[in-house]
């Protein structure tokens, strides 16, 4: 009779709850047996390390009783990360290892039946989890899930291509752990400075001609972290300037980075080439609610989650479901998710910024010089109506984008590049950090007061500016906050009449 215990993790969200693997070796019956709420592809893994330990030219004890129990026993367990220290408990319960000198260690890795590790799900999120809470322990991870979490400053992690690449460092006395290719002790450093020296991987804006007030907008939005909401006819452009949105934010911070690559690594779409690169989520407008905004058992980050940091632009934006729409409203103004159901509740962040695209009206052509519009009064309100006033609300911008002749397109000289531009919204988002700390999309209501103080003369404009156009109390806050982040552009310290003149116009309604 033998016992045996070794350490994982099971993700919950972002959070990683420790997970002892406990091995029992007994007399009587051959069996192999897991408990401890295991989902159906850990269930699996009886049959994958079996052939994994045998495979590998280890001992698996046929003749004996095997009870595995993966606890706490009321926490879900799913994935193929219980593989490796399933395997290693048998191992070790059966004394082909040394039990002991596996205390320190956690251990994470799907098995293949001939005993390769592959990767698994979440790496990073686990390594970011335990560096958060400052545990100090040694990840034993597959050799690409080690690279992942590498870039979590401070961790010690290991990477295995084999199950016997794990095992040598426990059989023998003062061996080190066997790598095929082990992670640089300084794994955060090497590819953080690589990222730093590559080329970024943005698109440049300097490719769209024309669009002077487009380009405008989208200025404004970037430096003050303001959700954008562009209306134009087909083949306008709208497309073509929101995936060169995410070039003109400011570079991220390595927190920043990591909060979005732990996200991305929970969905397993990490790559460590997009290190350090804001990430663009752009769904299918027959996304559901579900999709966007994350769920499932157990729940799983939607795209509003793998848009942390970054920009989540949604084109045919009154195509997408109305449920799907309305559930937006929270996250854009929380910067989180909470998912609950009856048997978990899950939070995520969402901090991104929406760039939304339509057209004015179900053929596209309402307002247009090049086409007559074909649809009926009561067919473009419908159309319009799938946007509900409260969502609208909480977009800060809201421009047309005219379409472009065929005589600019051809003719007209590349635009400003997207460099350039960022380098003043890198400067305008440093001074709204130095006076508040934050950007202006996130001023709360007294802050407001404070940082977007108005002269008597822009007071007065904004009060006419509300007044006729019927805004809301959020309405004249996010009017006031573009304002204050127009300021920041011209590096003015107050408020005036002239930014409030230009920041009403973002607050357009839709033609009908």
């Known amino acids: 009779m033998s016992l045996s215990l070794v350490q994982s993790r099971a993700l919950l969200g972002l959070e990683a709850a420790s997970v002892t693997v406990e091995v029992h070796l007994a007399n009587g019956l051959p069996s192999f047996t897991l408990v401890g709420l295991a989902e159906t592809e850990v269930k699996e893994a009886r049959e994958r390390v079996r052939s ?20 706490p026993a009321d926490l879900p367990k799913d994935s193929g990360r219980f593989d490796l220290p399933i395997a290693l408990g048998i191992l070790a319960a059966s ?34 989890a335990l560096h958060t809470r400052g545990i100090a322990t040694r990840l034993v991870l597959p050799t690409e899930s080690a690279q992942e979490a590498a870039l979590v400053p401070g961790g010690e992690v290991y990477g295995a291509r084999h199950l016997l690449d794990v095992v040598r460092r426990f059989m023998a006395e003062d061996a080190a752990l066997q790598q095929a290719e082990p992670p640089a002790a300084d794994g955060w ?3 953080h400075a690589a990222a730093a020296a590559a080329t970024p991987l943005y698109a440049d804006l300097a490719d769209v001609k024309g669009h002077a007030g487009a380009r405008r907008a989208l200025e404004i939005a970037a ?5 954008l909401l562009m209306v134009g006819e087909p083949g306008s452009g709208k497309s073509m ?62 795209e509003i989650s793998q848009a942390h940091h970054g920009v989540l632009f949604l084109d045919e934006f009154p195509e997408f479901a109305r449920s799907a729409l309305e559930a937006l409203r929270e996250p854009l103004e929380t910067g989180t998710i909470t998912i609950a159901r009856a048997a978990r509740r899950a939070e995520f962040p969402a901090r991104f910024q929406l760039i939304a695209a339509m057209n004015p009206c179900p053929c596209g052509y309402l307002g247009s010089t090049l086409k007559a519009c ?21 977009i800060d911008l809201h421009i047309e984008v005219p379409a472009v ?27 709204a950090l130095q006076r508040q700390g ?18 008597d003369a822009a007071r007065k404009f904004m009060v006419n500016a509300a007044a006729k156009l019927g805004w809301s109390a959020r309405s004249t806050h996010r009017a006031l906050k573009v304002a204050r982040t127009v300021a920041d552009l011209a590096g003015a310290e107050s408020v005036r009449a002239e930014h409030v003149a230009e920041a009403v116009q973002y607050r357009r309604a839709l033609r009908h």
């Open 95 to 128: 004394e082909q290892i040394q039990a002991a000198r596996l205390a320190g260690h956690e251990f994470a890795g799907e098995l293949s039946l001939s005993g390769e590790l592959r990767p698994v799900r979440g790496a990073l999120a686990m390594a970011l």
């Open 374 to 394: 074909r649809c009926t009064p009561d067919q473009i309100l419908r159309y319009q109506g799938k946007l509900s006033g409260p969502l609208l609300d909480r």
């Open 52 to 71: 994994a330990i045998q495979n590998a030219g280890l001992e698996f004890p046929n003749n004996k009783r095997i009870t595995v129990n993966l606890a």
């Open 241 to 302: 300037l929101a995936q060169r949105f995410a070039g003109l934010l400011p570079p991220m911070s390595v927190d920043e980075a990591l909060e979005s690559a732990a996200v991305a690594s929970l969905g397993g779409t990490f790559s460590t080439a997009r290190w350090m690169t804001r990430p663009t989520s752009a769904p299918h407008h027959t996304s559901s609610a579900v999709a966007l905004v994350g769920g499932g058992s157990p729940p799983r980050p939607g």
């Open 438 to 455: 934050s950007p202006n999309q996130a001023l709360q209501a007294g802050a407001i007061d404070q940082h977007a103080a108005l002269d």
């Open 189 to 191: 450093a090497r590819v």
């Open 223 to 227: 430096a003050g972290g303001h959700s």
């Open 405 to 431: 002749s065929a005589q600019q397109l051809l003719g007209a000289p590349a635009g400003e590049s997207t460099g350039s531009i960022r380098t003043r919204v890198v400067a305008a988002r440093d001074f």
